[in-house]
C-alpha cells in the first residue's frame, strides 16, 4: 500500500518551443533559461486518506465592496440600500492529526474546494438626524449682557460611517438692559452626599452602654419575682424577633456628610462669607450602609424532568439553584438571578422507556335500527321487529400502552436493588422476551394523552331480516281413509287437505303455519279404485243401436292419489260398466255428459250442503213417432251431493320455540365430550333442548283434545339446540382519582373540592354470565389541605429611630441632641398562609415584591407641633350626597404653642365630597353567534336518549360586549353595570326540517295479466327540506321529489278462464219443417271467472281474461233431421310440430253418435288444416326481464336486501304465455334470478359536543374590538384577541339521504371588556436642593395606578391604588422601580447638561421600498445650556446613547422648499412630515449658491457657471414655457456588449432606467454612453440628425469587417498578451471622443483557449 499510495509519485508535461504565430519551431530558438519543467513529484491520493486529510475553513474577513476590488478609475457610486460587498476566506487542505497544511488537490479528491467568496450587503453610511430646534429660552440674566438656548435632539444616531451629529444647543447673546444695582456675583452650592460611614467610637460606646444595661437589668431581675421575670422573658423574645438579627441582612446605620460653598458665577470657590446668610442646609444625615447582595456558588443540577426514553421528545429541562447570603441593603448591587434552567437528556444505563398512549374501544353495542329510524322519524323508533341496516356504537377512552413493560422492568429494578439476583435456572429467551401479559382491561388516563386519529365511536351494521313463511293454497280435500293403514283396528277415518312451503323460513319449518287439515268421516279406506276414462257405449246383443254399455278404465290409488299395485283395491270392488245408448237412426241425440261441476261448499251442515252439477244437450230430434224422444230439459241436468263431511275442520297448533337449556340427560355426554370454546364468544358450548307446546284446535272453535286430531301429521314438541357461551360482564379498573383543583380562596381559605373516578364497560353480560356492577363512577371529597399553598412577607415593628451621632451635629445651629431626622430599620420574614415559617427563598419566588426595610424619620423636638394620625373618614349617608370628614389632634404641649393652633399650617380636619358612584353601560363590537343554553343532549320525544342528537337549534342567545364607565368617564369592571358583563339578546337558530315525502301508495296491479309484468308503488313530496334537513332525492322536471318502486310480478295465465255454459236448445228457422231439423242457431253464456285449485269458482270482470280466448257464445249449424248422421262436437285440434312450416298441419277428430238410414253418408270425421305459423302454430321462448328496485324486508328500512327478476315464456306472436309452453320443451334456463343488493343507510351527520370556550388571550381593553370592526372589513387576518371560541368537529359523517353536516363548526362570543390597570410612573418633579441655590439634590415622582381602554390613544385616568395591588410592581416590564433619583440644579452662569430626553421614536435603518432592513434603534440626547457668555468655554461635550428595540418605522427624506418668500426656503422632512436636519441626500453642488436666480430645486438639478440651472449626467432639461427648468429627465442608456457580459454574443441595444441600480459595476470593461440630445435651449443638437443618417453606413462598415477582424484574431491576441487579463480573443478600435468599442469574437476565444 505504501508503493502505491501517499507521497512519492511524479508528473510529466510535453514542453515544446513555438513562434508568437502559432507553429512549432526548433527548442533552441527559445530561452532556455526560461524553459517550463516537464516533471514534478506528486501524493497519489486513495480512499483510505479521507479520514486523514479535511478541509480548514477560516473565518469570513470583513466585507468589502466590490468597486474596491476592481481595477480602473473608481466610478463615482451612489449608495441605494447596501452596496454589494464580497467577504473572502482562506481554505486549505490540512491534515487531521497536526493541523499540518496539505495540497489541495488530496481533499479535492474526495470533495469539491468549499467557496472562498461570498456576497454580502454593507449598509449605507445612516448620517446623524436630528429634530428642529426648540423655541429660544428667555434669557438668562434680567439685566446686563445674558445668553439664550435653543436645542433640538438626536432623533437617528449616526451609523455605519455616517456623519457625526451637529451641535444640538444655539446660543444667542441677549441684553434686557442695564443693571441698575450690583449683580448677584455669588450663590450657596450643596455638594453630593459623601459614601455613608461608620463614627469610630460608634462600638465602643455601644458596647459600654450594653454593659451598663445588662448589669442594671440583672440586678432589676434579681428583685423581680418568677412571673414577672417571664414576662420580661417573653418581651425579650418578642423584641428579638423585630431586631434586625437574621443572617440575610446586615443592616448598619451610619452617617454621610456633604459639602456646602459658595461660587461665583464665572465658577470659582471663594469664602463663605460672600454668600448671603439663610439657614444653612443639612451637611450630615443618616444613612444605611451599603451592601451588595451575596449569594453562594451554584448547586449541583438537578435531575432531569425527561426520565425516560422518548424518540418524539428526548429533551428535558434540570435547573439549579443559589441561595441568599446577604440581602442587598441601601444602595447595593442587586441579586443576580438564584435560578437557571438549561435541558439535558436522560443519561446511564437502564432508562426505562416513557409511557406509551393509545386509543382503546368498548365492544360494539347490539345493532339497533331504532337509533336510525329515529334519526329519520322519532314517530317510528318505537317499532318492532324491526331489521335491515342499523347503527352500533361503542365507547373509546384512552389507556396507557405499556403499562405491562414499564411494570416488568420496574420490579427488575427493585429485585437488582434487593440483591437477589440468583436464577435457579438459566431462562431460555431474553427476560425481555418473556413477559407474560394477562389479559385483562387497561385502566382509562385522560384522553388528551392520547394522540393520533380517535377511532369511530359508531358504524352501520346490520340485522338480517327474518324471512316470513309462504305456503301454498290448500289443495282438494283427499278420500277417507285411515291415520296409518298399516293399523287399521278401530281406527277413526280421516279426510285430509294439505299445503306445501313454498319459502322456507328463517329458522326452519317450525315456524309455517300448519300445513294439513283433518276432518273425521266415516268408512275410511286406504285405497280406492280411480276411474281413468270410459271406453265407447257397446250395444247390448251386438245390435247396431239401443241400450248398452260402456267399459271403465281403472286404477288403484291411495289416499294421497299415488297409482299402486291394483291387489291392494282388492278388498273394495271394482267399478262396474256404466249402462248408455247408442241412438238408433230415428232416435232423439244427446250429447255426452260435461264433467261435474266444482262443489259449491267445501263442508256440509245441517243449513250447507256441497253441491255439483253435470248437463248436457240434444243434438238432433227424433223422427216424430218411430223414435225415441227427446228428454224433457229437466232430464238434461244431473245434481248430485258432495263434500258431505261436517264443517268440523282440524288441526294440529305449535306455540314457538322455547329458550335453549341444558338437557339433563345430555349432560353425562357433553361432560365426556368436553366444552368447545368459540373464538368470538358467541358460538356453541354445549347442546341443549328447546320445548314448544303442540294443542288440537277445531277451526273458529278453538283448542279441542288432541284425539280430535290425526297422530300422523302431529309436530314434534321437543328439539335439541346448541347452547351459546356465556359471557361475562367485562369492565376496566378505575382510573386514578381527578386531580383536586386548587382548593384555596384569593384570601387563602380552604375550599372544600371534589374528585371523581370512573370505569367503563368493555363487554356486556349475556347468556347467564356475570351481571355488571351498577356503580360505574365515584366521588369523593378532596383532602381540604392544613395550610394553603401561598408565601407572603411578614413586616415587623420599626425600630427605634436612630440619628446622627450627636458628636457629629453638635455645631450646627439649632441642633438638639434627643432630636432631629433619623433612619429606622425593621425585620422582615417569609410566613405561609397560616403564619407559620418558611424559607426566605420561597417569599423570594412566590411572593410579591419585598417590603422596604428602612425608612426615614423624626424625632420631635420640644418646639415641634405633634399630632396624631389621621382618622378614617366618616361614613357617607348616601352617594353622590353630602359630605365625609376626617380629624386629628394636637398633642401634649403642642395644645399650648400658638404656632400649632394655626390650622392653615396645621389643620385638623379635612372634608371632602362623598363619593358619587354612577355607572353606565355602552355596547361595544358586533353580536355574537346564536348561542344555546348549556345543556348539550336532548331526550327524544319518547323519552329514549338518541345516541349522537345534541340540540342544534331553538332559542338561544347572542352577546355584544359592554363597556362600563363611571361618572369621571373611567372604565371600570362590567359587574357594576350588570352580572355578567354581556347585553344579552334572545335569538333563533332554526331547527332542520327534512324531507317529508308521503307513504307509500298502494302497489299497481300487475302490469300483465299473463306472464311477468311489474307491479309500482311510490311517494310523493310532501314538504321541502330546508335549514340543512335532510335532502330529498332527485326532483323531477316539476320539481316534484317521485320516488318509486318497481318489482317484477307474475300473472298466472289460467288465473281467469272463460267458462260457457252448454249450448242452448236450437233454435230452427225453418219452421215449416215438421221434423224440426235443417238451419238453426244455438247459444250459450261466456264468463270470464277465476281460476282455483278446484276449479273455477266466481265470475270476474271479463277484461281480466284473455279476448283472443274467448269462446264463441253463438252458432249457426244445420240440426241434423231424422235418419241423418250425427256427429259428437269436434275434438280439440292436435298440436303443429315445431317448427311451423306450411307443409305440416294439424287434424281435430269426431265421431258419430247415431248412423244415419240407407242411402245417407256420415260427414267427414277428421278435420285438417295447415299449420300457418302466429296464426294456429306457434314458437315459445323465454323472455327475462329487467331488475326489479332493491328489495328490503318490509320491517327494514336500508341495508342487505335483493333484487329479483323472472321468465316469461313468450309466443312468436309476441303474446305471453303460460310458461308451461317453455317448459314443455325444455328450453335452456341460462340465468340468475336473483342478486344481493344494498340500499345505503340514511346516517345524520353527528357532531361531537362542543369544546370548552377559550381563553380571553386579549385580558382587558379595548385593543381586540377593533379587530372584529376590521373583520367586518376583511382586513382581519387571524381570529380577534377579544373572542372567546369553541370548536366542535365531525364524528360521523353523513351517509346516503342522512341529514347533512351544518357549515358552522365554530362559534365565537365576546371576551368580557375588563378595565385594563397598570402602575405608571408621574413626571419627575423639579430638581429640589432645599433651600438653596443650587447643587446636588433630588427630584421625586410618583407611583400611581391608572386605568385604560388598552388603547395606545390617551393616558388614562388616575383611580385607587388598590386597583393595581393585584398586578405586579412594574412599570412597562422594569421591576426596578426608581422614585428618586439625584439631579443637579445649576448654579447662576454655570454651563452644564441637560436632563437625558426622552427616548426617540422607535425607527428602522431601512431603504423605503427597496426591502432592505438592517434593525431598530432609539436614541435620546442631552443638551448643553449656557447662561454666561464667559463661561462658554468651560461648558460640557454633549452626549447621545442609542438601544436597540423593535418594530421600527420606516422612513424617508425628501428635500423641500418654498418660494412665496422673498429667502427661498429648503429644508429636509421626513416621510411622517416631521422636519429634521440631517437623513436627506447631499446637494450637489451646495444649494446655497446664489448665482443662480431662482434656486436649482429640482431633483438631479444644479446651478452652473453660467447661473443657469442644468441637470446631471444621465439626464435631460425639459424646460417650461418661461425659459425655467422644469424637470430633469432621465436619458436612455445606449450599452453596448463586452467580452465580460455573457450576453455579448447577442448584439442589442436596450434602455435603462439609469435611476435603478444597475448590475455592470464601476472598474469592469464596458463602458456606457450618455446621450444628451437635446441643448440647453430645449432643442436637438445637431449630432443627432448625423447619427441617424450614418447609422446605416456604420452598420454595413461593422458587418464588412467582421470577416477581417476575425482572420487576424490570432495575431492580435498574441501582440495584446498584456491585456489578456481584461480581454482575451478582442480587438479594440479607437473611436471618436476615445470611448472604447468592444466587439467580441467567439472564434478569437476559441483560439486563445487551445493555445493556453
Known amino acids: 500500500m505504501g508503493s502505491e499510495c501517499g507521497p512519492g509519485g511524479s508528473q510529466s508535461r510535453a514542453v515544446w518551443c513555438a513562434h508568437v504565430e502559432g507553429w512549432t519551431t526548433l527548442h533552441t530558438n527559445c530561452d532556455q533559461s526560461q524553459r517550463p519543467s516537464n516533471q514534478r513529484n506528486c501524493f497519489r491520493v486513495c480512499d483510505w486518506h479521507k479520514d486523514l486529510y479535511d478541509w480548514k475553513l477560516g473565518a469570513w474577513n470583513e466585507c468589502v465592496p466590490v468597486s474596491a476590488r476592481t481595477f480602473g478609475a473608481p466610478r463615482p457610486f451612489t449608495c441605494s440600500g447596501g452596496e454589494e460587498g464580497i467577504q473572502t476566506r482562506e481554505v486549505g487542505c490540512i491534515l487531521k492529526s497536526d493541523g499540518s497544511p496539505a495540497e489541495d488537490a488530496i481533499c479535492e479528491y474526495f470533495e469539491p474546494k468549499p467557496r472562498l467568496e461570498q456576497a454580502c450587503l454593507i449598509p449605507c453610511p445612516q448620517d446623524c438626524v436630528v429634530s428642529e430646534y426648540s423655541p429660544w429660552t428667555s434669557c438668562s440674566k434680567t439685566c446686563g449682557t445674558g445668553l439664550r438656548n435653543r436645542v433640538r435632539s438626536v432623533l437617528v444616531p449616526p451609523l455605519f460611517g455616517g456623519s457625526v451629529c451637529p451641535n444640538l444647543t444655539e446660543f444667542q447673546s441677549c441684553k434686557p438692559g442695564h443693571c441698575t444695582g450690583p449683580e448677584g456675583m455669588y450663590s450657596l452650592r450643596v455638594g453630593p452626599w459623601n459614601p455613608c460611614t461608620l463614627p469610630q467610637t460608634r462600638t465602643a460606646r455601644q458596647v459600654k452602654r450594653r454593659k451598663g444595661k445588662g448589669q442594671g437589668l440583672r440586678e432589676r431581675a434579681g428583685v423581680k419575682d418568677p412571673e414577672t421575670r417571664e414576662l420580661i422573658q417573653k418581651k425579650r423574645t418578642r423584641n428579638r424577633l423585630n431586631r434586625q438579627e437574621s443572617p440575610f441582612w446586615d443592616i448598619q446605620v451610619g452617617y454621610q456628610t456633604r459639602e456646602v460653598t459658595c461660587i461665583h458665577r464665572n465658577g470659582s470657590t471663594v469664602g463663605r462669607n460672600l454668600c448671603t446668610q439663610r439657614d444653612l442646609p443639612l451637611t450630615v444625615q443618616s444613612c444605611v450602609l451599603p451592601k451588595d447582595c451575596q449569594v453562594t456558588d451554584w448547586a449541583e443540577w438537578g435531575p432531569c424532568s425527561k426520565t425516560c426514553l422518548d424518540p418524539e421528545s428526548p429533551i428535558g429541562n434540570r435547573t439549579r439553584n443559589r441561595q441568599v447570603l446577604q440581602f442587598p441593603v441601601g444602595e447595593g448591587a442587586e441579586c443576580p438571578p438564584l435560578e437557571e434552567c438549561e435541558s439535558c437528556e436522560p443519561l446511564g444505563e437502564g432508562i426505562p422507556p416513557c409511557a406509551t398512549y393509545t386509543w382503546r374501544t368498548t365492544e360494539w353495542s347490539d345493532c339497533r335500527v331504532d337509533s336510525l329510524l329515529s334519526q329519520q322519524d322519532r314517530r317510528r323508533s318505537n317499532l318492532t321487529g324491526l331489521c335491515g341496516g342499523g347503527l352500533q356504537t361503542r365507547e373509546v377512552y384512552c389507556v396507557q400502552a405499556n403499562v405491562e413493560l414499564l411494570k416488568y422492568l420496574n420490579d427488575l429494578k427493585e429485585k437488582d436493588k434487593a440483591g437477589q439476583t440468583q436464577r435457579q435456572q438459566k431462562p431460555s429467551v431474553a427476560p425481555l422476551l418473556s413477559i407474560t401479559f394477562q389479559i385483562t382491561a387497561s385502566r382509562p388516563v385522560e384522553n388528551k394523552l392520547c394522540k393520533g386519529p380517535i377511532p369511530n365511536r359508531s358504524q352501520l351494521c346490520q340485522i338480517p331480516c327474518p324471512i316470513d313463511c309462504e305456503v301454498s293454497p290448500w289443495g282438494a280435500w283427499g278420500p277417507c281413509t285411515f291415520e296409518n293403514c298399516d293399523d287399521q283396528a278401530g281406527k277413526k277415518g280421516f279426510k285430509l287437505r294439505k299445503r306445501q312451503i313454498t319459502n322456507e323460513p328463517t329458522g326452519g319449518p317450525g315456524n309455517c303455519p300448519h300445513l294439513v287439515e283433518a276432518v273425521p268421516c266415516d268408512e275410511p279406506t286406504c285405497y280406492n279404485w280411480q276411474l281413468v276414462s270410459l271406453d265407447q257405449c257397446v250395444p247390448d246383443n251386438d245390435k247396431p243401436c239401443g241400450p248398452g254399455s260402456q267399459l271403465t278404465q281403472v286404477q288403484c290409488v291411495n289416499s294421497n292419489g299415488e297409482e299402486v299395485d291394483r291387489n291392494l283395491c282388492s278388498s273394495s270392488p271394482a267399478p262396474e260398466p256404466v249402462p248408455c245408448e247408442v241412438p238408433c237412426s230415428r232416435d232423439c241425440v244427446l250429447s255426452d255428459w260435461t264433467p261435474w261441476s266444482t262443489c259449491s261448499q267445501t263442508c256440509s251442515s245441517k243449513t250447507i250442503e256441497g253441491k255439483q252439477m253435470r248437463t248436457r244437450s240434444i243434438l238432433a230430434y227424433n223422427a216424430g213417432e218411430g223414435g225415441a224422444q227427446c228428454p224433457n230439459s229437466s232430464a238434461l241436468q244431473e245434481v248430485r251431493n258432495c263434500n258431505e263431511h261436517a264443517c268440523t275442520v282440524y288441526h294440529w297448533q ?984 468592444i466587439y467580441t469574437c467567439p472564434d478569437c476565444q476559441e483560439l486563445a483557449q487551445s493555445s493556453s
Open 654 to 1637: 305449535t306455540g314457538p320455540w322455547g329458550p335453549c337449556t341444558e338437557d339433563p340427560s345430555a349432560s353425562s355426554l357433553n361432560t365426556s365430550v368436553g366444552v368447545r370454546a368459540s373464538s368470538d364468544g358467541q358460538g356453541p358450548c354445549s347442546m341443549g333442548m328447546q320445548t314448544r307446546k303442540v294443542i288440537c284446535v277445531r277451526v273458529n272453535v278453538g283448542q279441542v283434545p288432541p284425539k280430535k286430531c290425526p297422530d300422523g301429521p302431529r309436530p314434534s314438541t321437543v328439539r335439541p339446540c346448541q347452547l351459546p357461551c356465556k359471557k361475562d360482564c367485562i369492565m376496566t379498573p378505575f382510573s386514578n382519582w381527578t386531580s383536586c383543583p386548587d382548593t384555596c380562596d384569593a384570601a387563602g381559605n380552604a375550599m372544600k373540592r371534589k374528585q371523581s373516578r370512573k370505569r367503563l364497560i368493555i363487554q356486556l353480560p349475556c347468556n347467564g354470565g356475570q351481571d355488571c356492577p351498577e356503580v360505574l363512577e365515584e366521588e369523593r371529597d378532596c383532602d381540604v389541605p392544613k395550610i394553603c399553598p401561598g408565601f407572603r412577607w411578614k413586616t415587623h415593628k420599626w425600630r427605634k429611630c436612630q440619628l446622627v451621632p450627636w458628636f457629629l451635629r453638635q455645631d450646627r445651629p439649632g441642633a438638639q441632641e434627643t432630636c432631629g431626622l433619623g433612619l429606622q430599620t425593621r425585620a422582615v420574614s417569609c410566613r405561609q398562609l397560616d403564619g407559620t415559617q418558611a424559607d426566605i427563598s420561597e417569599c423570594l419566588k412566590f411572593a410579591k415584591a419585598m417590603p422596604a426595610i428602612t425608612q426615614r424619620c423624626q424625632l420631635p423636638c420640644q418646639d415641634d407641633c405633634q399630632l396624631t394620625n389621621w382618622s378614617k373618614f366618616s361614613s357617607c349617608t348616601a352617594d353622590c350626597v353630602g359630605v365625609r370628614t376626617r380629624k386629628r389632634a394636637l398633642i401634649g404641649r403642642s395644645k399650648k404653642k400658638d404656632k400649632c393652633k394655626n390650622t392653615q399650617m396645621y389643620p385638623l380636619s379635612e372634608t371632602q365630597y362623598c363619593p358619587c358612584d354612577k355607572y353606565n353601560a355602552q355596547p361595544v363590537g358586533k353580536w355574537s353567534d346564536c348561542i344555546l343554553p348549556e345543556g348539550g343532549r336532548v331526550e327524544s320525544i319518547l323519552g329514549m336518549k338518541v345516541q349522537g342528537d345534541i340540540k342544534e337549534c331553538g332559542q338561544g342567545y347572542r352577546y355584544q360586549a359592554m363597556v362600563c364607565y363611571d361618572q369621571d368617564n373611567r372604565l371600570v369592571e362590567t359587574l357594576r353595570c350588570n352580572s355578567h358583563g354581556y347585553i344579552e339578546e334572545a335569538c333563533i337558530i332554526p331547527c332542520p326540517s327534512d324531507c317529508k315525502l308521503s307513504e307509500w301508495s298502494n302497489w299497481s296491479r300487475c302490469s300483465k295479466s299473463c306472464g311477468s309484468g311489474v307491479k309500482v308503488r311510490s311517494k310523493w313530496l310532501r314538504e321541502k327540506p330546508y335549514n340543512g334537513g335532510r335532502p330529498c332525492p332527485k326532483l323531477d322536471h316539476i320539481n316534484q321529489a317521485q320516488v318509486y318502486e318497481v318489482v317484477p310480478c307474475q300473472s298466472d295465465c289460467n288465473q281467469y278462464v272463460w267458462v260457457a255454459e252448454p249450448w242452448s236448445v236450437w233454435k230452427v228457422s225453418n219452421v215449416d219443417l215438421k221434423e224440426n231439423c235443417g238451419e238453426g242457431v244455438q247459444t250459450r253464456k261466456v264468463r270470464c271467472m277465476l281460476n282455483t285449485i278446484d276449479g273455477p269458482s266466481e265470475p270476474v270482470e271479463d277484461y281480466l281474461c284473455d279476448p283472443e280466448e274467448m269462446p264463441l257464445g253463438a252458432r249457426e249449424s244445420r240440426l241434423p233431421c231424422p235418419e241423418d248422421c250425427v256427429l259428437n262436437d269436434w275434438g280439440p285440434w292436435s298440436r303443429c310440430s315445431l317448427p311451423c312450416t306450411r307443409t305440416n298441419s294439424r287434424v281435430r277428430m269426431a265421431y258419430t253418435l247415431r248412423s244415419p238410414s240407407v242411402g245417407r253418408d256420415c260427414p267427414d270425421t277428421s278435420d285438417k288444416e295447415p299449420c300457418s305459423l302466429n296464426l294456429n302454430c306457434f314458437n315459445y321462448f323465454y323472455n327475462i326481464t329487467d331488475w326489479s328496485t332493491c328489495q328490503l324486508s318490509p320491517n327494514a328500512v336500508c341495508g342487505s336486501g335483493i333484487k329479483t327478476r323472472m321468465l316469461d315464456c313468450v309466443r312468436s306472436d309476441g303474446k305471453s304465455v303460460d310458461i308451461k309452453f317453455c317448459e314443455e320443451l325444455n328450453l335452456e334456463k341460462k340465468w340468475q334470478m336473483n342478486i344481493s343488493c344494498v340500499v345505503e343507510c340514511p346516517v345524520n351527520c353527528q357532531l361531537s359536543e362542543w369544546s370548552t370556550w377559550s381563553e380571553c388571550s386579549q385580558t382587558c381593553g379595548l385593543e381586540g374590538i377593533s379587530s372584529v370592526i376590521k373583520e367586518l372589513t376583511g382586513q382581519a387576518g387571524s381570529k380577534s384577541k377579544s373572542k372567546m371560541w369553541r370548536q366542535r368537529s365531525v364524528v360521523q359523517a353523513s351517509q346516503g339521504d342522512g341529514r347533512p353536516c351544518p357549515s358552522q363548526m365554530e362559534q365565537w362570543k365576546p371576551c368580557p371588556v375588563r378595565p385594563c390597570y397598570r402602575w405608571q410612573y408621574s413626571p419627575w418633579s423639579e430638581c429640589r436642593v432645599e433651600s438653596v441655590v443650587c447643587g446636588h439634590g433630588i427630584r421625586y415622582r410618583n407611583l400611581s395606578c391608572f386605568v385604560s381602554d388598552g388603547s395606545s390613544e390617551g393616558e388614562g385616568s388616575l383611580v385607587d391604588e388598590e386597583l393595581c395591588a393585584s398586578l405586579e410592581l412594574a412599570v412597562d416590564g422594569d421591576k426596578q422601580i426608581r422614585l428618586k433619583e439625584a439631579c443637579t440644579l445649576p448654579c447662576p452662569g454655570e454651563c452644564y447638561l441637560m436632563e437625558w430626553s426622552d427616548w426617540s421614536p422607535c425607527v428602522s435603518i431601512c431603504v423605503k421600498g427597496a426591502g432592505v432592513d438592517f434593525g431598530s434603534v432609539q436614541v435620546r440626547s442631552r443638551a448643553v445650556l449656557a447662561q454666561e457668555p464667559e463661561n462658554l468655554q468651560l461648558c460640557p461635550d454633549q452626549s447621545w446613547e442609542s438601544q436597540p428595540c423593535t418594530g421600527g418605522e420606516c422612513y424617508e427624506y425628501k428635500w423641500f422648499s418654498s418660494l412665496n418668500s422673498t429667502r427661498p426656503l429648503i429644508w429636509c422632512q421626513r416621510s411622517d412630515g416631521l422636519n429634521v436636519t440631517g437623513g436627506c441626500p447631499p446637494m450637489n453642488p451646495p444649494v446655497d449658491n446664489s448665482s443662480c436666480d431662482s434656486p436649482c430645486l429640482m431633483p438631479k438639478s444644479f446651478c452652473s457657471e453660467a447661473g443657469i440651472c442644468m441637470c446631471e449626467e444621465g439626464f435631460t432639461e425639459v424646460l417650461s414655457p418661461t425659459g425655467q427648468l422644469d424637470l430633469c429627465a432621465p436619458i436612455p442608456i445606449l450599452e453596448i456588449p463586452t467580452a465580460g457580459d455573457k450576453k455579448g454574443d447577442v448584439k442589442t441595444s436596450r434602455a435603462i432606467n439609469p435611476t435603478l441600480p444597475t448590475t455592470i459595476q464601476p472598474g469592469r470593461t464596458g463602458r456606457t454612453w450618455y446621450l444628451q440630445p437635446y441643448g440647453p435651449d430645449g432643442k436637438l443638437k445637431m449630432w443627432v440628425y448625423g447619427v441617424a443618417a450614418g447609422a446605416f453606413v456604420l452598420l454595413i462598415f461593422i458587418v464588412s469587417m467582421i470577416y477581417l477582424a476575425c482572420s487576424y484574431c490570432a495575431k492580435v491576441h498574441r501582440s495584446l498578451k498584456a491585456q489578456e487579463s481584461q480581454a482575451n480573443g478582442t480587438a479594440v478600435w479607437m473611436g471618436q471622443n476615445a470611448h472604447e468599442m
